[in-house]
C-alpha cells in the first residue's frame, strides 16, 4: 500500500456543486495532513492543513480527518471554474517530510 | 513578504551535463526541502535540512544528486551526469520549524529541467 493514496479523477462536477476530494493513508504517515492545490504548470498551493479529527472550514472549504479510518477529505462547496485544478494531498510523516499523494485532477463544469 | 525564490526558472541540458539548481527559502524558515515532479505525477521527496542538523537525504535516487545549504538559507541541488530520466520540475519548499504537527510547507516557482 502506498503511503498515501487519491484517485487520479478527473473528477468532473457542475458549477455550484459541492466537490468531494479523498485521500487515504497508511500507518507510516500519520501527523498532519495537508490539502495543496496545483493549477497546471504552477507550484502547489496551501489550501488548508488539519490535524484532529473532525472537521476544519475555511470559506467554501472544509477538510475532514479521521484517524480510525484512515482518511482524510476535501470539500469544495459552490464550486467554480476556477476551481478546475489537480489537488495533492500531503500526510507528514515521523521525520516531518512531507508524503504526497499523486493528486486528484478537479474539473468544474460551467 | 517574498516567497520561497528558484533559479533558473527553466534549464535545458545535454545529457552528461551537470547542472546546478538554486533556491532561496522564506526569510526565518530553519527548513528547507527539495522535491521532484514528473509530468502528471505526485512530488517525490529528495532531500530535507532542518536547521544545523544532518540533512535527511533519503529521498535522494542515486549518488548523482547532492544538496548543501550554505549559512542555513540558501540551497544548491547539483545533479551530476544527467539523464533524459531526470527531466522533471524541481521543487523547493520551505517552512518555519519543520518539526511538530501542522508546520506548513510554502512552495517555491520551480525549475524545469529538460535533458536532451
Known amino acids: 500500500q502506498k503511503e498515501v493514496e487519491q484517485n487520479s479523477g478527473p473528477l468532473s462536477v457542475p458549477e455550484g456543486a459541492i466537490a468531494s476530494l479523498n485521500c487515504t493513508y497508511s500507518?507510516?504517515?500519520?501527523?498532519?495532513f495537508f490539502w495543496y492545490r496545483q493549477y497546471s504548470g504552477k507550484s502547489p498551493e496551501l489550501i488548508m492543513s488539519i490535524y484532529s479529527n473532525g472537521d476544519k472550514e475555511d470559506g467554501r472549504f472544509t477538510a475532514q480527518l479521521n484517524k480510525a479510518s484512515q482518511y482524510v477529505s476535501l470539500l469544495i462547496r459552490d464550486s467554480q471554474p476556477s476551481d478546475s485544478a489537480t489537488y495533492l494531498c500531503a500526510a507528514m510523516d515521523s521525520s516531518y517530510k512531507l508524503i504526497f499523494g499523486s493528486g486528484t485532477r478537479l474539473l468544474v463544469r460551467p | 513578504g517574498a516567497g520561497v525564490s528558484q533559479s533558473p526558472s527553466n534549464k535545458v541540458t545535454e545529457k552528461g551535463k551537470d547542472v546546478e539548481l538554486r533556491c532561496d527559502p522564506i526569510?526565518?524558515?530553519?527548513?528547507l526541502y527539495w522535491y521532484r515532479q514528473s509530468l502528471g505525477q505526485g512530488l517525490e521527496f529528495l532531500i530535507y535540512f532542518q536547521g544545523n542538523s544532518a540533512p535527511d537525504k533519503s529521498g535522494l535516487p542515486s549518488d548523482r544528486f547532492s544538496a548543501e545549504r550554505t549559512g542555513g538559507s540558501v540551497s544548491t541541488l547539483t545533479i551530476q551526469r544527467t539523464q533524459q530520466e531526470d527531466s522533471a520540475v524541481y521543487l523547493c519548499a520551505s517552512s518555519f520549524g519543520g518539526t511538530g504537527a501542522g508546520d506548513t510547507q510554502y512552495f517555491g516557482p520551480g525549475t524545469r529541467l529538460t535533458v536532451l
Open positions: 500507518d507510516r504517515v500519520s501527523q498532519s
Open positions: 526569510s526565518g524558515h530553519t527548513a
